[in-house]
């Protein structure tokens, strides 16, 4: 079933696009009260959704937020419900790849970056892809060979805050990897993986197993969760059961 969308005070709207739906793998998956230490979470497998956003502004510019989890030969292969969905969520959405003008990578994790390149090939061929310059100088191994090296053409490299096309900014958002970024469109705030499950809205500081640098990534939970709290945001999460959380 696909999420509805949403539409923003300034006429922007966003669609949740489902890549997928499962728990994580056994290459990687803990039981919940590990993964989120402190939290009390039940004893049951954590069923993550994998989500992307669709962002078409008023002058109908298409702006695509990660790009998910990739084809079956996905670098998160071993532990993600590959392949992704994205073609056709998107097709359901009305839009080719070749359509989208600005692809946002909040970060290099497999699961947001890895349907970029397909057979070695920028699959949105006709866009800039944003990424933070930590990230990119943090990229290794297959995220870096696979998916920023053919798009190396493409990129379009931020440091720090920016206004990355009409409207839509990138904000820096360091700690679960170093150049983790959100993306935000009017009220909405593309999140990424700054909170990674609804526990962590109650409580920032409950850590994920998985973020790069905990201390780090606890701050900056909290305190852009507290500014965006302030502004009562709508979040646009990548890993929650439902896409939108209203603050
Ligand atoms: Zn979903
Ligand atoms: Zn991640």
């Known amino acids: 079933m696909p999420h509805p ?5 300034s006429g ?6 489902c890549d997928a739906v499962g728990p994580m793998g056994p290459s990687i998956a803990r039981p919940p009260a590990e993964l989120f230490p402190g939290s009390g979470l039940p004893d049951e ?49 009305g ?8 692809v946002i990578l909040t970060h290099l994790h497999g699961d947001h970056a890895s349907g970029t390149v397909s057979d070695g090939r920028p699959v949105f061929e006709n866009a800039r892809h944003v990424l933070q310059r930590a ?9 870096l060979d696979e998916i ?10 931020v440091d720090g805050d920016a206004e990355v096309a009409p409207g839509i900014h990138v904000h820096a958002t360091p700690g679960h990897t170093p150049g983790h970024q959100i993306a935000r469109a009017g009220e909405l705030a593309m999140t990424g993986d700054l909170v990674l499950h ?8 409950i850590r994920y197993l998985y973020d790069e640098d905990q201390e780090t990534a606890a701050r900056t ?27």
């Open 221 to 247: 939970r909290a305190e852009m969760l507290a500014e965006l709290r302030a502004e009562r945001a709508i979040l646009a999460t990548a890993h929650f059961s439902e896409p939108f959380h209203r603050l």
């Open 95 to 102: 839009v080719t790849p070749g359509e989208i003008d600005t």
């Open 45 to 93: 497998p954590w069923v993550l959704h994998f989500h992307c956003y669709l962002i078409r502004d008023a002058a109908g510019r298409l702006t695509l937020v990660d790009t998910g989890i990739g084809a079956a030969d996905s670098p998160v292969s071993s532990w993600a419900p590959v392949p992704g969905m994205l073609h056709g969520e998107l097709a359901a959405a």
């Open 198 to 205: 609804p526990v962590q809205l109650a409580d920032p500081a």
């Open 12 to 17: 922007v709207e966003v669609t949740p696009l």
């Open 5 to 9: 969308p949403i539409s923003t005070t």
């Open 135 to 143: 990230e990119l100088d943090a990229a290794r191994g297959r995220m």
């Open 148 to 157: 920023v090296t053919p798009l190396k053409a493409q990129l379009h490299v």
